[in-house]
């Protein structure tokens, strides 16, 4: 009894060959992709747009729209660390005092003449600080903070105790900080913007 020939030839270069062949890849078909978060918002809007725009436009405008995005996010939290914490972006030059060094001690200061000295010579930047310690003395005799020499302007935001003059206050102490450390121009302006808020202040206080 004669037996067909065994026509099964083992070709170990072919079978290599469709092994690295990505068609042949059947097991990669039953396994769900695997998409991280961002990815799979950036297919998710891409096939939104696909009908509006085709496939190539539509990868380029969800591209652009998610780098949008999150450069709008970043921008966000920026601003509001920028709003509650001014002084994290400032940076303080050193600059010589316009005034003696003893002169930080508010009790010893005539803010009376020294204000009027400033606003005469122009010196915006000088009448702002001298604004600023005279809010102070006024704060401290009111018991509102306790004012020590060695204190800075972010601790009397958090000290401050009228609850309803909190944000007055921040706002004030804020174009402070940003003429003082932040290298700020100071101007008329910002100087009377200051004064109505230190009248707000006080107005606060009588009531």
């Known amino acids: 009894m004669t037996h067909p020939a065994d ?5 170990a270069d072919k079978i290599a060959a469709y092994q690295s062949d990505g ?3 059947y097991n990669s078909q039953l396994n769900a992709p695997e998409y991280n978060l ?3 918002l950036w297919r998710w809007l891409a096939q939104r ?4 725009f085709g496939n190539e436009t539509a990868e380029s405008v969800a591209t652009w729209l998610l780098i949008g995005f999150f450069v709008l996010v970043v921008g966000v939290v920026v601003f509001f660390i920028y709003k509650k914490r001014p002084e994290l972006f400032l940076r303080e030059k050193k600059k010589p005092l316009p005034y003696a060094i003893e002169e930080e001690n508010i009790y010893r200061i005539d803010f009376g003449k020294e204000l009027a000295a400033a606003l005469a010579a ?3 930047r000088l009448a702002v600080r001298m604004l600023y310690l005279q809010t102070l003395r006024f704060a401290a005799d009111r018991q509102w903070i306790d004012w020590q020499i060695y204190k800075t302007p ?3 935001t958090y000290e401050w105790k009228p609850a309803g003059l909190k ?3 921040r706002d004030f102490t804020n174009r402070f900080l940003q003429v003082r450390y932040g290298n700020f121009r100071a101007t008329r302006e910002l100087f009377d913007s200051m004064c109505r808020l230190q009248d707000e202040l006080r107005k606060g206080g009588d009531e």
């Open 7 to 11: 026509t099964f030839v083992y070709d």
């Open 49 to 52: 747009l696909s009908a509006l």
């Open 23 to 25: 068609h042949f890849d």
């Open 122 to 124: 122009d010196d915006f």
């Open 38 to 40: 961002l990815e799979s």
């Open 167 to 169: 944000t007055p206050f």
């Open 154 to 156: 972010t601790e009397y």
